[in-house]
């Protein structure tokens, strides 16, 4: 029984994260039609931000300008590819990819061999309770999940913000004939989806992980099936996808015992596997919904 509310809870907290990033791939590719593969190195970004400044600027501060530094860098990216918008949504998806890579490289160089550590206030404390023991730092991070997911979804359901994100979502071309601007609400998107790339990242450095390293980027990697299986595009869609995807893989880290037969390294592949066969039951994904072409 504890280890189903121990594995319960890892999954609970690490779907969390998951749906910090998996909004944010949802969120670029419903207002730009662009799969975004540079998030990961806008992640690895605020979280190297953060290592570096908290020690001039505090925790608090040190997250506050990597956010905006992340937000920033994340729009930047985003008018360059505005250029390419003509051409389709393939090239500047693959675009992306070059971003990445360059982004990834400056920053593994940075960081070298070196685990960085973000200097946040809960440090290694833990919390007993039900028979199973958590550390400080996933609550936080539940808490701090659910206050951000709250408050978007707030808006995007009830501010003038989000009516205009799903109106030019639906149609471009009416949106902009009833007088959204859709290069500033691209834009928007862009920025908040590396805002909540940069709280993603404190939480991945903080304990019970080492802290932070070249590597950490990659955790997006496992977060984009969590957006593909909910329905890219659809952000109710990425938070269920990273819950469903976050409990398969703590399960399969606490109950490795009993798969072992399934060889090792079975958490590693989950995020996959479960995208595999929901897309193969429902291929628009758990919330997606069917694109119909009249021709």
């Known amino acids: 029984m504890n280890t189903l509310l121990q594995t319960l809870f890892n999954g609970l907290a690490l779907g969390s994260v ?12 419903k207002a730009s039609h662009v799969v975004n593969f540079a998030h990961g190195s806008l992640l690895l970004l605020g979280g190297y931000l953060v290592t570096v400044l ?31 918008r003509q051409s389709g949504s393939a090239v500047p998806t693959i675009l992306t990819i070059g971003v990445d890579i360059l982004l990834l490289t400056e920053l593994a160089r940075r960081i070298g061999g070196d685990v960085l550590r973000s200097g946040d206030p809960w440090g290694a404390e833990v919390v ?29 359901r009830w501010s003038r913000w989000g009516l205009a994100m799903r109106a030019l979502s639906l149609d471009e071309e009416a949106a902009a004939l009833m007088g959204v601007r859709g290069s500033r609400l691209r834009m928007s998107a862009w920025a908040l989806a590396g805002l909540m790339a940069t709280t ?5 450095a ?11 980027g990659h955790i997006a990697l496992a977060a984009f099936p969590a957006a593909v299986l909910g329905g890219l595009g659809s952000v109710g869609g990425a938070l269920l996808g990273s819950l469903v995807v976050g409990m398969a893989e703590a399960a399969a880290v ?29 291929p628009q994904g758990l919330l997606g919904s069917k694109e119909l072409t009249r021709v």
């Open 18 to 29: 998951y749906a910090l990033i998996a909004l944010g791939f949802s969120l670029v590719h």
């Open 54 to 84: 908290h020690e001039d600027l505090g925790f608090v501060g040190a997250v506050a300008v990597a956010a905006a530094g992340t937000a920033a860098a994340a729009m930047l990216e985003a008018l360059v590819l505005r250029r390419l």
């Open 128 to 156: 007993s309770f039900a028979g199973i023991t958590v550390p400080q730092t996933r609550i936080a991070c539940l808490l701090v999940t659910l206050v951000l997911v709250g408050g978007f979804f707030a808006a995007f």
């Open 200 to 204: 993603a990242a404190v939480f991945l």
């Open 206 to 216: 903080a304990f019970p992980t080492p802290g932070l390293d070249r590597t950490t």
């Open 254 to 282: 606490g109950y490795q015992q009993h798969l072992d037969v399934l060889g090792g390294g079975l958490a590693e592949i989950v995020p996959y596997l479960v995208m595999v066969l929901v897309l193969m039951a429902r």
